[in-house]
């Protein structure tokens, strides 16, 4: 029990609380999208199933890390038809994220590791559907309030989905080669 509440519920509840106060710095359209997006993530924290090989120290902290990048920009747009296209965009992005999330159940994690893997859904059709979600909420930022800021924390977090995304094929690839993935997970699935 002692490593569920290390592992799932303390991270949750931090996630949770950070969640809660950055919103309370500026109230605005994206500081909800956050807010959402951390209810989502606490939601799938609580019952996930824990990693059966973890990736090293230094990856999963720049992991944690790069998932509170995107909190950082900032939303300024008016009422204005470039800002609702920008809401539009980041709402369906939001939408992907929520499916997406739901999707992989268990099998949740910020940092790369070794879970089961999931085969169904908006994963049929793309590999990392979780990064590209949240590509597609800060293009929807960045048309809403095209700053330099932004512009720079949303290259920032993009440039870390792109390593995140090598780490964890990486993981999964070593574990193919050494034809320990199907024994370990116990399934007959194909890469």
Not at 109 to 133: D, E, F, N, T
Not at 151 to 168: D, K, P, Q
């Amino acid at each position: 029990m002692n490593s569920k509440i290390f592992n799932n519920y303390i991270p949750a509840s931090l996630w949770l609380t950070y969640h809660l106060i950055v919103p309370t710095w500026h109230f605005s359209f994206f500081s909800l999208l956050m807010l959402i997006r951390a209810l989502v993530i606490l939601f799938c924290f609580i019952d996930r199933d824990m990693p059966l090989k973890r990736a090293p120290k230094y990856q999963i902290a720049i992991a944690w890390i790069s998932t509170f990048i995107p909190t950082f920009m900032e939303w300024n747009s008016g009422p204005s038809i470039q800002g609702m296209i920008g809401e539009l965009i980041a709402i369906l992005g939001m939408v992907m994220f929520v499916f997406t999330s739901l999707e992989l159940g268990k099998s949740f994690g910020v940092s790369p590791a070794l879970r089961k893997p999931i085969s169904g859904g908006i994963y049929s059709y793309v590999s990392h559907p979780m990064y590209y979600s949240h590509f597609i909420v800060e293009v929807g930022i960045l048309i809403a309030s095209p700053t330099k800021w932004n512009f720079l924390i949303a290259l920032m977090a993009w440039a870390f989905y792109g390593l995140r995304a090598t780490w964890e094929q990486k993981i999964v690839q070593t574990h193919i080669n050494n034809g320990h993935v199907n024994k370990i997970l116990g399934l007959n699935f194909k890469y």
